[in-house]
């Protein structure tokens, strides 16, 4: 298993960006894998943000796409979640986990933060 | 939008077998995982690349497909195994990925 932890504010006001980073510890974010965000709003089902290979490539749910911009910053073994023009739609519970796969057999996501709140209100 | 669909709930008694399914167009040419998440917890994967389990899975936990639907079998349910239940996928394109609904699973 690969401890992940989320940080970020917990409370961004409309029309605004969020901004969450996903901290990895015990592992070189820079080596393999894929590194994702999922979030889960308040008492409704897992959606799929987006995720990007250490390499650089990008993949970002449609819905979304517009809005979304998954990066990685190697030095600090980090992964970061923007998300722009927010609106209450987008509050929710967001996961920062590790992705495996490839285009063949599909990404998944084997290990998960705790995932971190975050409330979009004015 | 590719959408996986499964059923939003699913009750069995203890120590029988309860089988939540997910329909999906691609399920034919891409693998269906399964997560369970458990009231205020971060999802797990127990089943991966259709018929896989993670170390540290119980056995009881089985995964099957065939066409367009997957199946999550979990033979001899217990109350521990209550919760909420995830297939996932990709689209054909294979870089999109979609989550099914969710079903809620309990066991009493």
């Known amino acids: 298993q690969v401890p992940l932890q989320e940080s970020g504010p917990g409370l961004v006001k409309p029309s605004e960006t969020l901004s969450l980073t996903c901290s990895v510890s015990?592992?070189?974010?820079?080596?393999?894998?894929?590194w994702g965000w999922i979030r889960q709003p308040p008492g409704k089902g897992l959606e799929w943000i987006g995720h990007i290979h250490q390499s650089g490539s990008t993949y970002y749910n449609p819905s979304l796409k517009s809005r979304v911009t998954i990066s990685v910053d190697t030095s600090k073994n980090q992964f970061s979640l923007k998300l722009s023009s927010v609106t209450a739609a987008d509050t929710a519970v967001y996961y920062c986990?590790?992705?495996?796969?490839?285009?063949?057999?599909?990404?998944?996501?084997?290990?998960w933060g705790q995932g971190t709140l975050v409330t979009v209100s004015s | 939008s590719y959408e996986l669909t499964q059923p939003p709930s699913v009750s069995v008694s203890p120590g029988q077998t309860a089988r939540i399914t997910c329909s999906g167009d691609?399920?034919?040419?891409?693998?269906a995982y399964w997560y369970q998440q458990k009231s205020g917890q971060a999802p797990v994967l127990v089943i991966y690349?259709?018929?896989k389990r993670p170390s540290g899975i119980p056995e009881r936990f089985s995964g099957s497909s065939s066409g367009t639907m997957a199946t999550l079998t979990i033979s001899g349910a217990q109350v521990e195994d209550e919760g909420d239940y995830y297939c996932?996928?990709?689209?054909?394109?294979?870089?999109?990925?979609?989550f099914g609904g969710g079903t809620k699973l309990t066991v009493l």
């Open positions: 691609a399920l034919p040419q891409k693998f």
């Open positions: 015990g592992y070189s974010i820079s080596i393999a894998y894929y």
């Open positions: 996932y996928s990709t689209d054909s394109s294979g870089n999109t990925c979609v």
């Open positions: 690349e259709d018929t």
């Open positions: 986990a590790r992705g495996q796969g490839d285009v063949v057999v599909g990404y998944y996501f084997d290990d």
